[in-house]
Protein backbone atom coordinates (compact mmCIF):
# COMPACT_ATOMS: atom_id res chain seq x y z
CA UNK A 1 0.00 0.00 0.00
CA UNK A 2 1.10 3.08 -0.59
CA UNK A 3 1.28 6.39 1.64
CA UNK A 4 -1.10 8.10 -0.23
CA UNK A 5 -3.68 4.87 -0.44
CA UNK A 6 -2.77 4.52 3.70
CA UNK A 7 -3.62 8.13 4.15
CA UNK A 8 -7.00 7.82 2.21
CA UNK A 9 -7.77 4.75 3.99
CA UNK A 10 -7.21 6.45 7.48
CA UNK A 11 -9.15 9.78 6.67
CA UNK A 12 -12.18 7.39 5.31
CA UNK A 13 -12.13 5.30 8.56
CA UNK A 14 -11.75 8.03 10.96
CA UNK A 15 -14.41 10.45 9.44
CA UNK A 16 -17.38 8.31 10.38
CA UNK A 17 -16.17 8.03 14.38
CA UNK A 18 -16.66 10.95 16.48
CA UNK A 19 -12.81 12.18 15.96
CA UNK A 20 -12.91 15.96 15.45
CA UNK A 21 -11.66 17.41 11.93
CA UNK A 22 -8.47 19.06 13.69
CA UNK A 23 -7.38 15.87 15.40
CA UNK A 24 -7.74 13.74 12.57
CA UNK A 25 -5.35 16.25 10.60
CA UNK A 26 -2.76 15.71 13.49
CA UNK A 27 -2.86 11.67 13.17
CA UNK A 28 -2.39 12.13 9.10
CA UNK A 29 0.17 14.16 10.24
CA UNK A 30 1.87 12.02 12.76
CA UNK A 31 1.17 8.60 10.13
CA UNK A 32 2.97 11.21 7.50
CA UNK A 33 6.33 11.83 9.32
CA UNK A 34 6.47 8.37 10.53
CA UNK A 35 6.38 7.32 6.57
CA UNK A 36 8.99 10.22 5.68
CA UNK A 37 11.34 8.99 8.33
CA UNK A 38 11.52 5.59 7.44
CA UNK A 39 11.97 6.47 3.80
CA UNK A 40 15.04 8.50 4.40
CA UNK A 41 16.17 5.18 6.69
CA UNK A 42 16.14 3.40 2.92
CA UNK A 43 12.91 1.84 3.52
CA UNK A 44 10.75 1.58 0.20
CA UNK A 45 7.19 3.20 0.40
CA UNK A 46 5.45 -0.17 1.01
CA UNK A 47 7.61 -0.78 3.48
CA UNK A 48 7.72 2.32 5.34
CA UNK A 49 4.39 1.57 5.60
CA UNK A 50 3.79 -1.63 6.45
CA UNK A 51 6.24 -0.85 9.58
CA UNK A 52 3.56 0.91 10.96
CA UNK A 53 1.42 -1.93 11.83
CA UNK A 54 -1.63 -3.91 10.64
CA UNK A 55 -4.37 -2.45 9.65
CA UNK A 56 -6.50 -3.73 12.34
CA UNK A 57 -3.77 -2.35 14.90
CA UNK A 58 -4.55 1.25 13.01
CA UNK A 59 -8.39 0.99 13.29
CA UNK A 60 -7.76 0.25 17.02
CA UNK A 61 -5.07 3.39 17.27
CA UNK A 62 -8.41 5.70 15.43
CA UNK A 63 -10.88 3.98 17.90
CA UNK A 64 -8.48 4.89 21.34
CA UNK A 65 -7.61 8.22 19.80
CA UNK A 66 -11.54 8.43 19.74
CA UNK A 67 -12.43 7.23 23.02
CA UNK A 68 -9.78 9.77 24.41
CA UNK A 69 -11.32 12.70 23.06
CA UNK A 70 -14.74 11.53 23.87
CA UNK A 71 -13.72 11.53 28.17
CA UNK A 72 -11.60 14.64 27.30
CA UNK A 73 -14.79 16.02 25.95
CA UNK A 74 -17.14 14.52 28.38
CA UNK A 75 -14.20 15.91 31.44
CA UNK A 76 -14.24 19.31 30.34
CA UNK A 77 -18.45 19.31 29.91
CA UNK A 78 -18.11 18.37 33.88
CA UNK A 79 -15.68 20.82 34.58
CA UNK A 80 -17.63 23.66 32.95
CA UNK A 81 -20.56 22.91 34.83
CA UNK A 82 -18.84 23.22 38.30
CA UNK A 83 -17.59 26.24 36.67
CA UNK A 84 -21.22 27.71 36.03
CA UNK A 85 -22.31 26.20 39.30
CA UNK A 86 -19.76 28.45 41.14
CA UNK A 87 -19.84 31.15 39.56
CA UNK A 88 -24.09 31.33 39.69
CA UNK A 89 -23.19 30.82 43.88
CA UNK A 90 -20.52 33.67 43.65
CA UNK A 91 -22.80 36.41 42.06
CA UNK A 92 -25.74 35.17 44.11
CA UNK A 93 -23.69 35.72 47.30
CA UNK A 94 -22.27 39.03 46.45
CA UNK A 95 -24.27 40.49 43.45
CA UNK A 96 -22.62 43.30 41.34
CA UNK A 97 -24.79 46.19 39.81
CA UNK A 98 -24.80 46.21 36.47
CA UNK A 99 -23.26 49.75 36.21
CA UNK A 100 -19.74 48.13 37.76
CA UNK A 101 -19.57 45.15 36.19
CA UNK A 102 -20.37 47.52 32.47
CA UNK A 103 -17.01 49.57 33.93
CA UNK A 104 -14.85 45.93 35.33
CA UNK A 105 -15.57 44.69 31.43
CA UNK A 106 -13.40 45.25 28.96
CA UNK A 107 -14.76 46.73 25.80
CA UNK A 108 -15.07 44.95 22.31
CA UNK A 109 -13.28 47.86 21.03
CA UNK A 110 -10.05 47.41 23.59
CA UNK A 111 -10.27 43.77 23.08
CA UNK A 112 -9.95 44.68 18.93
CA UNK A 113 -7.35 46.79 19.43
CA UNK A 114 -4.65 44.87 21.47
CA UNK A 115 -4.72 42.24 18.42
CA UNK A 116 -4.46 44.75 16.13
CA UNK A 117 -3.99 43.32 12.45
CA UNK A 118 -3.73 46.92 11.14
CA UNK A 119 -0.28 47.00 12.56
CA UNK A 120 0.71 43.86 10.79
CA UNK A 121 -0.08 44.58 7.23
CA UNK A 122 1.26 48.29 8.02
CA UNK A 123 4.98 46.23 8.83
CA UNK A 124 4.47 44.24 5.65
CA UNK A 125 4.06 47.14 3.50
CA UNK A 126 6.53 48.98 4.79
CA UNK A 127 9.32 46.09 5.10
CA UNK A 128 8.24 45.34 1.56
CA UNK A 129 10.78 45.87 -0.21
CA UNK A 130 13.48 43.85 1.97
CA UNK A 131 11.43 40.84 2.32
CA UNK A 132 10.25 40.08 -1.28
CA UNK A 133 13.98 40.54 -2.11
CA UNK A 134 14.92 38.14 0.18
CA UNK A 135 12.17 35.98 -1.25
CA UNK A 136 13.20 36.59 -4.26
CA UNK A 137 17.09 35.69 -4.46
CA UNK A 138 15.96 32.33 -2.37
CA UNK A 139 13.36 31.40 -4.94
CA UNK A 140 15.99 31.88 -7.74
CA UNK A 141 18.85 30.29 -5.32
CA UNK A 142 15.82 27.13 -5.01
CA UNK A 143 14.71 27.40 -8.84
CA UNK A 144 18.86 27.05 -10.04
CA UNK A 145 19.31 23.75 -7.64
CA UNK A 146 16.12 22.37 -9.02
CA UNK A 147 17.23 22.84 -12.27
CA UNK A 148 20.90 21.53 -11.87
CA UNK A 149 19.20 18.46 -10.41
CA UNK A 150 16.91 17.60 -13.09
CA UNK A 151 19.54 18.07 -15.50
CA UNK A 152 22.03 15.91 -14.02
CA UNK A 153 18.96 13.50 -14.01
CA UNK A 154 18.17 13.42 -17.78
CA UNK A 155 22.30 13.11 -18.31
CA UNK A 156 23.27 10.08 -16.08
CA UNK A 157 19.53 8.22 -17.50
CA UNK A 158 20.62 8.87 -21.11
CA UNK A 159 24.08 7.66 -20.09
CA UNK A 160 23.03 4.86 -18.72
CA UNK A 161 20.74 4.03 -21.42
CA UNK A 162 23.54 4.81 -24.34
CA UNK A 163 26.14 2.93 -22.72
CA UNK A 164 23.70 -0.66 -22.06
CA UNK A 165 22.84 -0.53 -25.65
CA UNK A 166 26.05 0.51 -26.79
CA UNK A 167 27.49 -2.64 -24.66
CA UNK A 168 24.86 -5.24 -26.24
CA UNK A 169 25.77 -3.87 -29.87
CA UNK A 170 29.48 -4.25 -29.23
CA UNK A 171 28.60 -8.39 -28.18
CA UNK A 172 28.41 -9.08 -31.81
CA UNK A 173 30.74 -6.85 -32.80
CA UNK A 174 33.34 -8.56 -30.73
CA UNK A 175 32.84 -12.41 -32.28
CA UNK A 176 33.47 -10.53 -35.51
CA UNK A 177 36.76 -9.26 -34.25
CA UNK A 178 37.23 -12.60 -32.89
CA UNK A 179 37.15 -14.64 -36.35
CA UNK A 180 38.94 -11.50 -38.45
CA UNK A 181 41.79 -10.37 -35.93
CA UNK A 182 42.11 -12.83 -33.36
CA UNK A 183 41.25 -13.67 -29.80
CA UNK A 184 43.58 -10.12 -28.91
CA UNK A 185 40.65 -7.86 -30.20
CA UNK A 186 38.07 -10.15 -28.90
CA UNK A 187 39.47 -9.99 -25.52
CA UNK A 188 39.63 -5.60 -25.86
CA UNK A 189 36.28 -5.79 -27.00
CA UNK A 190 34.70 -7.86 -24.03
CA UNK A 191 36.83 -5.60 -22.11
CA UNK A 192 34.56 -2.70 -23.32
CA UNK A 193 31.82 -4.28 -22.61
CA UNK A 194 32.19 -4.88 -19.28
CA UNK A 195 33.41 -1.47 -18.74
CA UNK A 196 30.53 -0.26 -20.42
CA UNK A 197 28.03 -1.96 -18.60
CA UNK A 198 29.88 -1.16 -15.27
CA UNK A 199 29.80 2.62 -16.27
CA UNK A 200 26.22 2.21 -17.25
CA UNK A 201 25.07 0.80 -14.06
CA UNK A 202 27.02 3.47 -12.15
CA UNK A 203 25.10 6.26 -13.84
CA UNK A 204 21.98 4.18 -12.92
CA UNK A 205 22.60 4.44 -9.09
CA UNK A 206 23.60 7.73 -9.54
CA UNK A 207 20.25 8.68 -11.16
CA UNK A 208 18.32 7.58 -8.48
CA UNK A 209 20.22 8.92 -5.88
CA UNK A 210 19.10 12.05 -7.82
CA UNK A 211 15.57 10.81 -7.61
CA UNK A 212 15.89 10.28 -4.29
CA UNK A 213 17.61 13.94 -3.82
CA UNK A 214 14.88 15.64 -5.97
CA UNK A 215 12.42 14.01 -3.90
CA UNK A 216 13.74 15.51 -0.82
CA UNK A 217 14.20 19.02 -2.06
CA UNK A 218 10.40 19.22 -3.02
CA UNK A 219 9.04 17.82 0.38
CA UNK A 220 11.58 20.26 2.13
CA UNK A 221 10.17 23.36 -0.01
CA UNK A 222 6.56 22.66 0.34
CA UNK A 223 7.56 22.57 4.28
CA UNK A 224 9.39 25.49 3.69
CA UNK A 225 6.11 27.07 1.98
CA UNK A 226 3.72 25.90 4.66
CA UNK A 227 5.79 27.25 7.56
CA UNK A 228 5.99 30.24 5.71
CA UNK A 229 2.54 30.92 4.57
CA UNK A 230 0.74 29.41 7.91
Not at 91 to 97: E, F, L, M, R, T
Request: some cysteine.
Amino acid sequence: MTKHDFLMAVRAHAEGTTLPPQELEKMLEYYSEMIDEAMEEGATEEEAVGKLGSWSEIIGQINAACENYDSTQQSQTQNDEIHTEFKQKEQAAAPVSSAAASSTAEPEAVRGYIHMPWLRITLLIVTFPFWFTILVILGSILFAFFCVVGSLMVTFSVLAVALIIAAIITVPASLILWATNGFTSFALAVSMIFLMIGVGLLCKELFVGFIWLFKKLMHFSSVCFQKLFH
